[in-house]
């Protein structure tokens, strides 16, 4: 289960509402790449185009990824085709550190076919993604950073989903440990403290969160 709601993850909420990177939609639930039905959408891209918010959650981000890995331990940071690989920059350029950005699939013949960008053998890199749903889609990074001769520990997104089971596990199984600045329940508080969304449809999230398997299940989406 999620942290409870932190001042960095509502404040991180608060921008991604105020640039409306947000959707709610419970009366026209989408559908995850995962195959999860959801009231609620973020596009956490939006960001590249307003430099306030950009800023202040990269710097939220560093703050964080500091406290928690310490960036005297990483030696290069790598960011996940396509949504990954802004964020990667913007945090390699603020903490002087090499940037490195993955494929999805391997373009060309050698170790490092998926793989743009150099480092040595052994060193440590950090894993950027803009977001999590239930974490299996980062198996193919890491992986790939892995294969190349990389040691991957810790995974950065900028929001987790915080809701679909599986999660923990896929991490557990890839050894890295998940760090994120907010999560739907961040996302909630601060659209139930703002006016940003009527009340019929902050109703619908939070009856979504309260149980998201059977939700999904309810709307179409995978269930239980």
Known sequence: MPNLPSAA????????????AVNFRPEEPYTLTAGWASPVYIDCRWVISFPEA???IVQLACEKLDREVGFETIDAVAG???????YAAWIAEAQSKPMLYVRKKPKGFGRNAQ???TFKEGERVLLVEDLATDGGSKVTFVDALREAGGEVTDIFVVFFYGAFPGAGESMQKMGVNLHYLATWRDVLQAAEEGDYF????IDGVRTFLDNPLAWSEKHGGRGE
Do not use: S
Request: zero cysteines; aromatic letters at 4%.
């Open 54 to 56: 950009r800023r202040r």
């Open 9 to 20: 993850g509502l404040e991180t909420a608060r921008w991604l509402l105020d640039i409306k």
């Open 80 to 86: 996940g085709e396509t949504a990954g690989i802004p």
């Open 198 to 201: 009527n009340a019929a449809a």
């Open 115 to 117: 793989i743009e960008g």
